[in-house]
T-cell receptor, first 110, second 114 residues
Framework: AQSVTQLDSQVPVFEEAPVELRCNYSSSVSVYLFWYVQYPNQGLQLLLKYLSGSTLVESINGFEAEFNKSQTSFHLRKPSVHISDTAEYFCGHSWGKFQFGAGTQVVVTP | DTGVSQNPRHKITKRGQNVTFRCDPISEHNRLYWYRQTLGQGPEFLTYFQNEAQLEKSRLLSDRFSAERPKGSFSTLEIQRTEQGDSAMYLC????????????FGDGTRLSIL
């Protein structure tokens, strides 16, 4: 069965520090991988996605994720976080239908 | 704003009552999805439509749940004889049907069962 694992349920981080959110998927076929962000009391917003091509994908707000086929990972990184990055982040993949990980809560403190 | 719209945002009801939620997708999107999200978990797929056809239903969707999309535009999700375990956020998303297109989510309907 295909699944997505987010290794950290919560990541506390200081403002302007780097952050990495880990995501591993299990699949033996090509996949469509993505990261969504969810702010409190809101729906999910697409942060970035990977289907093919360059293994490093970037979002407009400074996040990037690297697809690593050998390690079946799609970790999300940001070199310097802001208070406004406090949110829950969901990794997921699609092979026919979308499947989400359990989420990683990022708490940015001053 | 022409994003995905869900109504109501919050619903509180007594156990055993029926509830219905509505989702209006982005107008040019012909795929529509329903998810359920409980605290501390990612969204769990419930069902999806391609136009008016319901193409897949999760095993999570018990016989008390029914979803419709009669004209291929808005969709409704009805839960009959609600139970405590139905308390959750119900999310709707829509997308184009060309390949693995990203899904656009509404803000959800939070259901609380008393």
């Amino acid at each position: 069965a295909q699944s997505v694992t987010q290794l950290d349920s919560q990541v506390p981080v200081f403002e302007e520090a780097p952050v990495e959110l880990r995501c591993n998927y299990s699949s033996s076929v090509s996949v469509y991988l993505f990261w969504y962000v969810q702010y409190p009391n809101q729906g999910l917003q697409l942060l970035l996605k990977y289907l093919s091509g360059s293994t490093l994908v970037e979002s407009i707000n400074g996040f990037e994720a690297e697809f690593n086929k050998s390690q079946t990972s799609f970790h999300l990184r940001k070199p310097s976080v802001h208070i406004s990055d406090t949110a829950e982040y969901f990794c997921g993949h699609s092979w026919g239908k979308f499947q989400f990980g359990a989420g990683t809560q990022v708490v940015v403190t001053p | 704003d022409t994003g995905v719209s869900q109504n109501p945002r919050h619903k509180i009801t007594k156990r055993g009552q029926n509830v219905t939620f509505r989702c209006d997708p982005i107008s040019e999107h012909n795929r529509l999805y329903w998810y359920r999200q409980t605290l501390g978990q990612g969204p769990e797929f419930l069902t999806y439509f391609q136009n008016e056809a319901q193409l897949e239903k999760s095993r999570l969707l018990s016989d008390r749940f029914s979803a419709e999309r009669p004209k291929g535009s808005f969709s409704t999700l009805e839960i009959q004889r609600t139970e405590q375990g139905d308390s959750a956020m119900y999310l709707c998303a829509s997308s184009l049907d060309r390949g693995n297109r990203p899904q656009h989510f509404g803000d959800g309907t939070r259901l609380s069962i008393l």
